[in-house]
């Protein structure tokens, strides 16, 4: 079967593809989208949408229908470093936004579908790719199979991979691997109910576990584990993920006691780090299919969405004329590049599980001032630059130390 050419063919219909889709076709274009999954569908995240995230999720209008929900705002990060340090602030706001959610991947990717549905992109569930269309030297369409094994072909002008870390669309254009660095930790988490908890990070050398509340009543808790002991911890992932949890969030551990696990206790030593080249003749990658690096800082939700919007304004209304789109490319990865390269490093400095003396000094410097606290919080959600952080008085204060 082979139907109407679209102007651009979105794979993936969660927190990256979503937004693609519904930022194009708001944009004028034509839009299908072809998702793996059937909604509402769960999958592996750590949920955390930092203040950016949530001004986008606000400037595209669907910040309402998050709040909707029964998802838990939160406005305060109390973070344990060692066995004496606790930091308590919350980021400085971006665009406004100060609060943060974390809402349940089956909750929140309906609502960024429905909002690409909405804005005139046609949704197809249950859609699994399995070939590219090329024309000349471009990519010019795809082939995808649905549940009663037929093969359909459609075409289009762009083709956006979205569909994860192991992404289809990036393995079929033989997109560059530009940056790759060896898995450093691997996690385990579950949800309890009738856990207590606010936005809550626990950080001592070789081990970090990180509590979220979200949506149901649930709070999640996260283990993490260095790369090197994934073998070792999954024969025993249970007692091994309490363990974790009592040595290094002791709090969190007592508070457990009374409460309820609610789910299963799942896991990934998966996590990979690399950016690929983003962006090809006819075709182009966003989310984890462009760039995945440790769950660690849960930037993943965020950055899906920061990639979506520098995506469409690079396209504009460049996408009917072959020279300018091309341009538009080539100027999204640029730009991908320049904007990620930080954040990537820097969170794989906080999955190398150490706390260096140097980090020590930092926290001590910075414990008795809230405003630097909060400016701390506010680059790790990226609502600053870290050379707002570290200006002339706090690198004098550090050099005394």
Not at 21 to 36: D, F, P, Q
Not at 258 to 287: C, I
Not at 313 to 340: C, M, P, T, V
Not at 373 to 389: E, K, N, P
Request: proline residues 4%.
């Amino acid at each position: 079967m082979e139907h109407r050419v679209f102007d651009v063919i979105v794979v993936g219909a969660r927190c990256a593809g979503a937004p693609t889709a519904m930022l194009l076709a708001r944009a004028g274009y034509s839009v299908l989208i072809l998702e793996k999954a059937r909604f509402p569908r769960d999958i592996m995240s750590s949920h955390y949408i930092h203040q950016p995230g949530v001004a986008l999720l606000d400037r595209w209008g669907l910040l309402d229908k998050l709040r909707a929900t029964d998802v838990q705002p939160l406005d305060r990060v109390i973070y344990h470093v060692g066995d004496d340090i606790r930091l308590e602030g919350c980021s400085l706001p971006a665009d406004g936004h100060r609060t943060a959610y974390a809402p349940r991947r089956f909750v929140l990717d309906p609502i960024l579908a429905e909002g690409a549905v909405d804005a005139g992109a046609e949704l197809r569930e249950g859609c699994q790719v399995t070939d590219l269309i090329f024309e000349d030297d471009r990519v010019a369409g795809v082939k995808y199979r649905v549940s009663d094994g037929s093969e359909i072909t459609e075409r289009a002008r762009l083709v956006v991979g979205a569909d994860g870390m192991r992404s289809v669309v990036a393995r079929l254009v033989d997109a560059k691997t530009l940056v790759e660095d060896a898995p450093l930790t691997c996690t385990y988490y579950s949800y309890w109910e009738g856990l207590p908890a606010e936005f809550e990070l626990y950080d001592k050398p070789n081990r970090w576990v990180g509590v979220i509340p979200t949506n149901g009543g649930r709070t999640l808790v996260m283990a993490y584990f260095p790369q090197s002991e994934f073998n070792e911890v999954r024969r025993a992932a249970g007692p091994a993920f309490v363990e974790n949890v009592r040595t290094t969030a002791p709090e969190v551990y007592e508070r457990m006691a009374g409460a309820e696990q609610a789910e299963r206790l799942y896991g990934t030593g998966e996590q990979l780090n690399f950016l690929r080249q983003p962006s090809g003749p006819g075709w182009a990658l966003v989310g984890d299919a462009a760039h995945h690096k440790d769950s660690i800082a849960a930037r993943g939700i965020m950055d899906a969405f920061i990639q979506a919007q520098l995506l469409a304004n690079r396209i504009g209304d460049d996408l009917h004329d072959e020279a300018r789109l091309r341009k538009a490319l080539r100027r999204y990865a640029r730009n991908f590049d320049s904007q990620f390269m930080d954040f990537y490093r820097s969170t794989l400095t906080v999955a190398e599980l150490r706390v260096p003396e140097s980090k020590l000094d930092l926290f001590r410097a910075i414990a008795d001032d809230q405003d630097r606290i909060d400016r701390y919080f506010a680059t790790l959600s990226g609502a600053i630059d870290v050379g707002d952080f570290y200006n002339a008085d706090l690198l004098a204060r550090l050099a005394r130390t």
